[in-house]
């Protein structure tokens, strides 16, 4: 007989040893494979909805002042306000339904019918030569771009906490990706029969002068979905163990994937239960509600007049503005999120990211200060004066972006994604606590727009104090929203794998 201290290894078991190794070793040494097919179709995905949702940035305020609403030029953002929060209200009402839809019908044709909906959207909105077509198909659109938080809640399913940090990344690039692709499509294209017409200069494009850029959208859209179809998997927990009910048992033992665990259904009570979650709500809410409002004033502040203190650009300049704002949201989520998410805690991470917005409102009147500056009474602006004033921009934008690295509906933010799926209750209550914290977002983009519009045009046409009275109240509510977001810090320790096991004997 062997001694007790021997390794004995035969032919039918090779491997023997390795079985009884530590679980948490191996997974140290040994992360779990990306599947990288998978997260390729689903960042494809995710590229569309940033494009759709940016590209109309840029000629936004001139489509409603061609519509002849008002004779007030500080009155156009009002009725872009209102566009804006007729999306968002539109947002709000279909997260939820598209979530519990997707737990039925699995997550592969929620998001593909979103994402065919959003291009129909896209080129109705081209298409529209009224308000109420306007808010109509952006309304439409809103609706279609509540799968979202099935897009977040499928890519918490493929990856696990060994590989998230490569994976989470690239997804994410998706948002900034768009944010430079779309603004582009939008400045370069609108008006596309005057600006191109030996190319371009057919009747509809003289009919419909932002239908163009909407058309070049909806193909993206029509292309992500193709790309979906064909690679995109079905990932819901239902919907799998469906799948593998039909393997044999045989065949069982060679299965890749993990096992399915089953998960008790958790209302919106108990999810909220949980101080991390709640927490992140709250603060959610304050942080969609700061970031939504800033790229609402952003384009609102760069289209009005110097003296109403704007910056005067034409819709070509504020769309390379925001181009500008998505390539450096692009290398911070390039270069430095995966690091950052490695070697710092993800909450205090989401503290500094939220505290750079009272900074980003600061900054915004000195860049009109600059631009009066330089402003000659000829016209002529000064290439030194030019140039001071595109730092001030790349440094205004800049903070904003890393302020942005906390959001996760506009930019899909890394780390709030891994804070809710590190602290959901149990691991199958991710895709409810995604939307739980979606839903308090999109409440506070609901109507954040017309809120900030209109502060904005009440400020500048009763020049209180002096027109920046809006920069005031948005630094306040951002410092609030700072101090509110220290919640994170108390709540969101890692669970050890104890302390998970314990929560889910519990429930």
């Not at 390729?40 to 590229?47: G, K």
């Not at 400045?187 to 002068?209: E, R």
Request: with cysteine; hydrophobic share 45%.
């Amino acid at each position: 007989m062997a001694p007790d201290d021997e390794v004995v290894h035969d032919e039918a078991d090779p491997f023997l040893p390795e079985c009884h190794a530590d679980p948490q070793v191996t997974s140290k040494t040994s992360p779990t494979p990306l599947p990288v097919g998978q997260l390729a179709a689903l960042c494809a995905v995710r590229l569309v909805d940033p494009i759709a949702f940016s590209q109309l940035f840029p000629y936004v305020n001139d489509f409603i002042n061609d519509l002849h609403l008002t004779n007030d030029p500080s009155r156009i953002g009002f009725y872009s306000g209102l566009v804006e929060s007729s999306f968002a209200v539109s947002q709000l009402c279909s997260i939820y339904l598209w979530a519990k839809l997707s737990d039925v019908v699995g997550r592969k044709p929620v998001i593909l019918t979103g994402t065919l909906g959003t291009a129909i959207a896209t080129l109705g909105f081209g298409l529209s030569d009224s308000l109420a077509g306007i808010l109509f198909t952006r309304g439409l659109g809103g609706l279609f771009s509540g799968n979202i938080v099935v897009i977040h809640s499928m890519l918490g399913e493929i990856t696990d906490s060994s590989n998230q940090a490569k994976a989470i990344p690239f997804y994410t690039l998706m948002w900034p990706i768009g944010s430079v692709v779309g603004p582009l499509i939008g400045g370069t294209f609108s008006h596309a029969a005057s600006k191109y017409p030996d190319l371009l200069g057919y009747a509809i494009f003289k009919k419909y002068p932002y239908f163009f850029p909407c058309l070049v959208s909806a193909i993206i859209a029509f292309f992500g979905v193709l790309l979906g179809f064909v690679f995109l998997k079905e990932t819901v927990p239902s919907r799998r163990k469906r799948n593998n009910a039909r393997c044999t048992s045989s065949k069982l033992s060679l299965d890749n994937e993990p096992p399915i665990p089953e998960h008790r259904p958790m209302g919106v009570k108990e999810v909220l239960a949980c101080p991390a979650i709640s927490a992140l709500v709250s603060s959610g809410f304050s942080l969609s509600f700061v970031h939504t409002s800033f790229d609402v004033v952003f384009v609102l502040f760069c289209y009005s007049a110097l003296h109403s203190g704007g910056l005067a650009f034409s819709d070509s300049k504020i769309g390379l503005t925001l181009a500008i704002a998505g390539c450096i949201s692009s290398t911070l989520q390039l270069f430095f999120m995966p690091y950052l998410l490695r070697t710092f805690d993800c909450a205090k991470m989401y503290l500094f990211s939220m505290s750079m917005f009272p900074f980003v409102y600061f900054c915004l009147p000195f860049l009109n200060l600059i631009a009066r500056w330089g402003s000659a009474e000829d016209g002529d602006v000064d290439a030194r004066v030019v140039a001071i004033l595109w730092v001030g921009i790349a440094i205004t934008l800049g903070l904003s972006k890393i302020g942005t690295l906390a959001f996760s509906q506009v930019q899909s933010s890394a780390i709030s994604i891994v804070l809710v799926k590190e602290h959901s209750p149990t691991p199958g209550a991710i895709s409810q606590s995604n939307v739980i914290v979606q839903f308090a977002m999109c409440f506070a983009r609901s109507f954040a727009p017309f809120l900030v519009s209109s502060l904005f045009a009440l400020s500048i046409d009763n020049k209180l104090l002096w027109g920046y009275l809006w920069v005031v109240v948005m630094i306040s509510v951002s410092s609030v929203s700072c101090i509110d977001a220290r919640r994170i810090l108390l709540h969101c320790r890692k669970q050890s794998r104890e302390e998970w096991q314990m929560t889910r004997r519990h429930l």
